[in-house]
């Protein structure tokens, strides 16, 4: 029996007390946007299903996909720098 994967609350929408939103803090053309609409737009159910289950909460892969594409469009590549 596969045990049943469970990811971290991850809402984007999610308010805040100041800023009353972080996208306020975000700029509209800069390119984590991009960055952003892109990867909400690709089926990632593969990668979703790949994960064992058990143990504690993971991080959503769709986060995680979007921290590793804009660090590297910013020429970052080392998982220390980028944490």
């Known amino acids: ?3 049943k994967v469970v990811f971290k609350t991850y809402n984007q929408s ?3 007390l100041l800023p009353p939103s972080y996208d306020d803090l975000v700029p509209v053309n800069h390119p984590v946007r991009i960055v952003n609409t892109i990867i909400d737009q690709i089926d990632i159910a593969d990668l979703e299903r790949s994960y064992k289950g058990g143990g504690t909460s ?7 996909l979007k921290v590793i594409i804009y660090a590297y469009l910013r020429n970052m590549y080392s998982s220390r720098k980028i944490e």
């Open 1 to 3: 029996m596969k045990a």
């Open 58 to 64: 993971s991080y959503h892969p769709r986060m995680l």
């Open 14 to 16: 999610q308010l805040s």
